[in-house]
């Protein structure tokens, strides 16, 4: 249904997911492959953010509430495009980055993976402040971005290469070589 159309003129693409679902590493992938820049949203917590997260205290409402507003100006302040890794679980979470974002509205890709893979994913992880306990909290507070949110999943059970190969394949992002190389749609759920 139109993916390709109404999402091909996407300069702004946000990564997001659960804790360990690869923002960052598919994030840096996807830089690699479309000469985008990508900001990673763990950088953009204020330190209270940060310090409850280590404390395995998940996130609420109003401790995300300024750093999705900060998430949205960084896109703002980047007309010729920006790949931004951040959790963005809920769609009011979305919204508020839309709200200080840019027209149109960025592209939200949801790095989908099976609770056993991510666990495994965050368990081989080493020197990060977030702890593998908060996963659970992340999974429960996941909302999964609807069609008309310019939204599209994509399977985090594959290289990040091939992820980041996919996604700019699916967002019409790079040349006619990188279009070549776009995975089965498991979605219809593109707009
Ligand atoms: N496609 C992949 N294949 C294999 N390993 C991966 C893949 N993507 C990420 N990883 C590994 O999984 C771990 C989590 O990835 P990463 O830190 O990029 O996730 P994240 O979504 O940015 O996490 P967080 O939200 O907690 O910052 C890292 O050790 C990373 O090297
Ligand atoms: O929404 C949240 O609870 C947080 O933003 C987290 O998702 C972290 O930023 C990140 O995932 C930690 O690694």
Redesign the pocket.
Known sequence: MGASVSLSETRHIVLM???????????DALARVTGLAYV?G?DLHPPANISKMRNSVPLDDADREPWLLECGRRLRAAPEGLIL?C?ALKRRYRDLIRSAAVQPAPAFVY?HGSKSLLQA??D??AN?F?PNALLESQLATLEIPSPVERGITVS?D???EA?ALQIAARLALGGPSIANVAGPDPASQCT
């Open positions: 997911g659960v804790c360990g679902c690869g923002k960052s590493t598919v994030g990673d763990d890794g959790s790095l994913r965050l081989g992880r990060h977030m985090i594959q290289p990040a992820i």
